[in-house]
């Protein structure tokens, strides 16, 4: 009797052993499974950064083309470069609050003209930068023809249904390029 019992007590401690492995083997994937899970998260929150970074570059290089442009342009149209479009009148106070009670800052509008001329030329320095050429170069007699015909390009993408990163990697473009070009349109 006494050595049923030795070997029962004996193969119940074999039967520990093996479910105290099992258990210790899942533990360890899960362990294994959470280190690949943060390493996939530090991945994903340095290229966002990456990306938000550049995209933050290149709209602070955007503003100060139009800085630059609209100087040029008050230098020579001074008339034209000094209007503002939207300016809040004096009887327009209440409708400058927010919902959550601070005052709006008045935006000023860019003309149509400066921005696409802004526009025009930050693809003739982007284009230089990059260091490629493109089968529609701009010219300097004729900077609308080039324009016109990427513009056609794109809107006729966008017809077709393709998205804005898909229309940016066929015309080479970048995608906030696009976004601009589709947003002149409307």
Same mark, same amino acid.
């Given at each position: 009797m006494a050595t049923v019992l030795i070997i029962l007590l004996i193969i119940l401690q074999l039967i520990g052993f093996l479910l105290i492995f099992i258990l210790n083997s899942k533990i360890a994937k899960f362990k294994d499974l959470e280190i690949r899970q943060n390493k996939i998260m530090k991945e994903m929150e340095?290229?966002?950064?990456?990306? @938000? @970074?550049?995209?933050?570059?290149?709209n602070d290089?955007?503003?100060?083309?139009?800085?630059?442009?609209?100087s040029l342009q008050s230098k020579e149209f001074p008339n034209d470069a000094t209007e503002q479009i939207n300016q809040p009148g004096s009887d327009d106070k209440q409708n400058d609050l927010h919902e959550n009670g601070a005052e709006k800052t008045s935006l000023k509008v860019v003309?149509?003209?400066?921005?696409?001329i802004a526009y025009i030329k930050q693809l003739k320095t982007s284009n230089e930068m990059?260091?490629?050429?493109?089968?529609?170069?701009?010219?300097?007699?004729?900077?609308?023809?080039?324009?016109?015909?990427?513009k056609e390009k794109v809107l006729s993408l966008h017809q077709e249904g393709k998205s804005i990163e898909e229309i940016a990697k066929i015309t080479q473009k970048g995608k906030k390029e696009i976004e601009l070009l589709l947003k002149f349109q409307k």
């Open positions: 340095d290229a966002i950064s990456a990306y @938000l @970074l550049e995209m933050k570059e290149e290089r955007f503003i100060n083309e139009l800085k630059n442009l609209k003309p149509k003209s400066v921005a696409k990059a260091g490629k050429e493109k089968a529609h170069k701009i010219k300097e007699n004729d900077p609308l023809q080039a324009e016109t015909s990427l």
